[in-house]
Nanobody, 124 residues
Framework: QVQLVESGGGLVQAGGSLRLSCAAS????????MGWFRQAPGKEREFVAA????????YYQDSVKGRFTISRDNAKNTVYLLMNSLEPEDTGLYYC?????????????????WGQGTQVTVSS
């Protein structure tokens, strides 16, 4: 099992930046693919970005390509999401997820472990 704790959210003006972190417990972090998801009020949780266990492959939702960067440090058991040029539409509760394997890293249901989320609010 793995436990996940997100941090780094906050209130930022449109055009600003934030870096989210997700710290994982345990000594097997490098065996998990990791993803970032977000959920706005009244909407379903949606995929934002994912990275495979080695860090060699990354995936992004089309709306965040070129603005967000996912990365991981397996020595620190941490995955990051750098968010630049933030827009009000990026507002939501951001969750970190972990999975051992499956078909596609972009599918929410494939993730078996979740953190509690960190709130990101972008004002216009």
């Amino acid at each position: 099992q793995v436990q996940l704790v997100e941090s780094g959210g906050g209130l930022v003006q449109a055009g600003g930046s934030l870096r989210l972190s997700c710290a994982a417990s345990g000594r097997t972090f490098s065996t998990y693919d990791m993803g970032w998801f977000r959920q706005a009020p009244g909407k379903e949780r949606e995929f934002v970005a994912a990275i495979n266990r080695s860090g060699g492959l990354t995936y992004y939702q089309d709306s965040v390509k070129g603005r967000f960067t996912i990365s991981r440090d397996n020595a620190k058991n941490t995955v990051y999401l750098l968010m630049n040029s933030l827009e009000p539409e990026d507002t939501g509760l951001y969750y970190c997820g972990a999975r051992k394997g499956g078909t596609s890293l972009v599918v929410t249901s494939g993730y078996g472990y979740w953190g509690q989320g960190t709130q990101v609010t972008v004002s216009s």
